[in-house]
């Protein structure tokens, strides 16, 4: 396998118009940068995750597997929002209108399930929302 190592933490506007964050997650150690995930209130319903999942220095695969992103919102209410695999290794999380509709920071971490059963878990995260 090939580390996915030219994603970089750039977020860019896809062609529909949402706010696209790529971020590469260890699932034993969170995000491998120090940029800060933000977005503003003109985000609102806009917000995309595009995580690749390594575990040390390899790829880890998520074919096949259900992916879901727990999400705490400033108010301490929770959202489980299902993560689409798009490839091997990558998922996109859309945060839909309550994963951005909040100012303050939020936290999230990632259950990968196979077969209904938890395979792993990766560290609770943050972003942070500026209305």
């Given at each position: 396998m090939e580390l996915f190592k030219s994603r970089t933490r750039v977020a860019y506007t896809n062609a529909v118009g949402d706010k696209v964050y790529p971020v590469v997650v260890d699932i034993k150690k969170g995000i491998k940068s120090t940029e800060d995930i933000q977005f503003v209130s003109s985000d609102v319903n806009t917000?995309?995750?595009s995580?690749?999942?390594i575990s040390g220095n390899e790829n880890f695969n998520?074919?096949?597997a259900d992916v879901v992103c727990s999400v705490m919102r400033p108010d301490a209410s929770t959202l489980e929002l299902p993560c689409e695999v798009v490839r091997e290794n990558i998922v996109e999380v859309p945060l839909g209108i309550n994963g951005t509709?909040?100012?303050g920071v939020?936290?999230?971490?990632?259950?990968v399930l196979k077969g209904g059963n938890k395979v792993v878990g990766t560290?609770?995260?943050n972003y942070s929302v500026s209305l």
């Open positions: 917000g995309i995750l995580v690749a999942f998520v074919s096949g509709s909040q100012d939020y936290s999230f971490d990632f259950k560290p609770i995260m």
